[in-house]
């Protein structure tokens, strides 16, 4: 194996640069480290540029402060980021590294790990996380993470974990085996009766579904699909009938987990867009 070329994602900048140094000391091991969501994206798309790939990511398991949307459950898709001033940490062996202070969207470690196996499917992430839980880790493998280590881990056991996920392995901690099996299990068992009642709506219900994933109101329903708003009224009210939710946000919620996307939003004069600030 040659050089590893890793990119320490954490907004605890302390952290971040410590971690790095430490790596740094390690003769075949290349790091720098970014401290938001939105400076690793663009330290991946310079590596592209030079062509000089990042082999693997470590990446904070709460990275950024992102908060749920009043009344959203949780899965729902209706995250608000909430902009902050985010330094930007450079090169672990550069000297004295500058602070960009800049507003940005804050992207959560969970959503940062999914961008990064869909636009970067060579380079494997690793979760960093203070404390062991089941359901987070779970998720973290589900958006594409190859191991979930604890932060008060030894440098020499992070070392392993980065270069077994190298090798293609999953690392977890032994404590959280059995937890994270249920959650994975649970998920799959939730997704396919997800599937399953979505399935049992008509494709005219399955495409005004599609309009309440995407966010689009009663109004903007009606215009893309050329029908009164009675009538969009009606196919709702019977897409959470058959569903067995109460709630938009509960079809949504259940449409996600069953893998229903948007429709394409083409903005026009008429479209309504009821929609909370939303993480990719």
């Known amino acids: ?3 590893i070329r890793v990119l320490v994602v954490d907004d605890h900048r302390i952290f971040a640069e410590s971690l790095a140094a430490a790596l740094a000391a390690e003769p075949d091991v290349d790091v720098s480290a970014a401290g938001s969501g939105p400076a690793a994206q663009r ?3 310079r590596a592209v540029a030079d062509n000089r790939r990042y082999d693997v990511l470590l990446v904070d398991a709460d990275l950024g402060a992102v908060f749920r949307a009043p009344g ?3 899965g729902a898709g209706t995250l608000t980021a909430v902009p902050r001033l ?3 940490v450079r090169h672990a062996d550069h000297p004295g590294p500058a602070v960009a202070a800049v507003p940005e969207q804050l992207v959560d470690g969970i959503g940062l790990v999914e961008r990064v196996r869909t636009e ?3 380079t494997r992430t690793v979760v960093l ?3 062991d839980d089941a359901r987070r880790a779970a998720r973290a493998l589900q ?3 190859s191991g979930w280590v604890a932060k008060d881990c030894s440098l020499s056991r992070l070392l392993a974990v980065m270069r077994g996920v190298l090798r293609d392995e999953t690392h977890l901690p032994p404590a959280l085996l ?16 997800s599937e399953r009642l979505v399935e049992s709506l008509t494709p005219r219900e399955q495409e005004v579904l599609r309009c309440m994933v995407a966010g689009l109101g009663r109004k903007a329903v009606a215009e893309r699909l050329f029908l009164s708003p009675h009538t969009v009224r009606t196919h709702m009210q019977n897409v959470l009938g058959k569903l067995g939710v109460h709630s938009t946000l509960a079809a949504v919620a259940l449409a996600r987990r069953a893998g229903v996307g948007p429709v394409e939003l083409v903005p026009s004069a008429g479209d309504v867009v009821e929609r909370s600030g939303q993480l990719s």
């Not at 937890?179 to 649970?186: C, F, K, P, W």
């Open 86 to 88: 985010v330094p930007e």
């Open 178 to 193: 059995t937890g994270v099996l249920r959650e994975l299990t649970a998920a799959r068992r939730h997704r396919t009766e």
């Open 43 to 45: 330290c991946l798309e």
């Open 120 to 122: 970067y499917p060579s």
């Open 72 to 74: 959203a459950p949780v």
């Open 1 to 3: 194996m040659g050089r």
């Open 143 to 145: 958006a594409g993470a």
């Open 129 to 131: 996380a203070e404390r």
